[in-house]
């Protein structure tokens, strides 16, 4: 396999991983009861939590 094409995968699955991540932290945050800027703002801190996670778990193992 091309090594792009295995960048490019890893890449979509890693933004999907978050994407799925953040609406279960917004549909939480909503069954808790909070307002709808709440919710979004949640769901966006915890996308840029998975993103910033995935980015530092690259970094360390192209370090190895």
């Known amino acids: ?3 792009l ?22 549909v939480l945050a909503r069954l808790d009861g909070a307002t709808l800027s709440r919710t979004l703002i949640q769901a966006a801190v915890t996308f840029a ?8 778990i690259s970094t360390a193992l192209t370090a190895l």
């Open 5 to 26: 094409a295995t960048v490019l995968l890893t890449i979509a699955l890693v933004v999907i991983c978050a994407t799925l991540t953040a609406v279960a932290a917004g």
């Open 49 to 56: 939590a998975v993103l910033t996670l995935a980015a530092v």
């Open 1 to 3: 396999m091309n090594h």
